[in-house]
């Protein structure tokens, strides 16, 4: 009997844990009003949202239907701000526009509930399980989840720079190998794709897919993300990585993996490995096969989640939602409407 007190004791403690978002998240992914309601309060919180158009705060308001005082299938906001010449914006807007479901006929709680699962997965999950578990033909759920993955890449143009003790370390990614001897490198590479991480220990980690594994790319890489003025690198013996290395105020460290030397003292690359150890697991037990065209955006996701490591599993879908405003994956260019 005490026994089992302790057991409910124990079964008791996730479900009064468990965060208020992650408590609103199953609601979300099964009722239309419940998703929209969700993702309203995910991207513009409590209050009225701010006009797409005139950006205008508080002259918004939704639009309900005269009779029975609801909101309409389409879920519409209008804007009533008026400009300095004295018109009205009267603009109508949703909560998907400006967003990575912009333009998608794909239902909210859907969007709710592939959100979720990228984010609660540690290796991520598949167009195929999504299509499975919402009935979306698989076409539907990989247009989901390439956006979704999209929303959770950071911008490059800007990124704040690694700083500390950072990891270099990069692998290759692809078909099964063939001709692996030294003679044959580039027969080699022509079925799989190398990928840079560049890790912060304790901290961020930068993953990107790169044309080739040789100096010039490596130290460009490198330069882009960390600032070499505060921090230390650690590499593995490539022979890439030297000359970068000497720009580093706190020094640059290697360990020989050839010679079965992988720690001696605080240099090693196991955090980076860490990283790939993660990101392979999911490419081979998740997606089983990805295309060039496309990696670049499992990288970014796999990014994402390691970046959010320390939060809750409903934290880190409120920010991936938040991080999908003012993006758009367009593979075509809009057709150009007649003058």
Request: charged share 30%; proline share 5%.
């Amino acid at each position: 009997m005490l026994h089992d007190k302790g057991m409910a004791r124990k079964q008791g403690r996730p479900a009064q844990a468990k965060s208020r978002i992650v408590a609103k998240l199953p609601l979300a992914c099964a009722d239309e009003d419940a998703a929209v309601a969700f993702l309203e309060e995910m991207r513009w919180g409590k209050d009225a949202p701010a006009c797409p158009t005139c950006g205008s705060i508080g002259s918004t308001y939704p639009m309900l239907n005269r009779k029975t005082k609801e909101r309409g299938p389409r879920y519409l906001w209008r804007c009533k701000a008026k400009g300095t010449d004295g018109k009205k914006c009267n603009r109508q807007f949703t909560v998907r526009v400006g967003t990575v479901f912009e333009d998608s006929k794909i239902p909210l709680r859907h969007w709710c509930y592939a959100f979720w699962a990228a984010c609660a997965s540690k290796k991520g999950v598949s167009a195929l399980q999504i299509k499975r578990q919402t009935g979306l033909s698989y076409e539907s759920a990989l247009f989901m989840m390439h956006r979704i993955r999209w929303a959770m890449a950071d911008d490059r143009d800007t990124p704040p720079k690694l700083k500390g003790v950072v990891e270099a370390d990069e692998t290759w990614v692809g078909g099964k190998p063939r001709h692996r001897h030294k003679r044959n490198r580039g027969r080699y590479a022509e079925r799989k794709v190398p990928v840079m991480v560049l890790v912060e220990r304790k901290g961020d980690a930068r993953a990107m897919p790169i044309e080739r594994v040789d100096s010039g790319t490596l130290q460009s890489a490198i330069v882009e993300n960390v600032d070499p003025a505060s921090s230390t690198l650690m590499t593995d013996e490539n022979k890439g990585y030297p000359a970068v290395g000497r720009r580093f105020a706190g020094g640059h460290f290697t360990v020989t993996h050839s010679k079965g030397e992988y720690v001696r003292g605080l240099a090693h690359s196991n955090t980076a490995e860490s990283f790939f150890s993660l990101f392979k697991r999911g490419l081979i037990g998740t997606f089983h096969s990805v295309s060039k065209r496309h990696l670049h955006r499992y990288v970014s996701e796999f990014e994402f989640r390691w970046n959010t490591r320390d939060m809750e599993d409903g934290e880190r879908t409120m920010a991936a939602i938040q991080k999908a405003q003012g993006k758009r994956l367009m593979y075509r260019a809009p057709k150009k409407r007649p003058a």
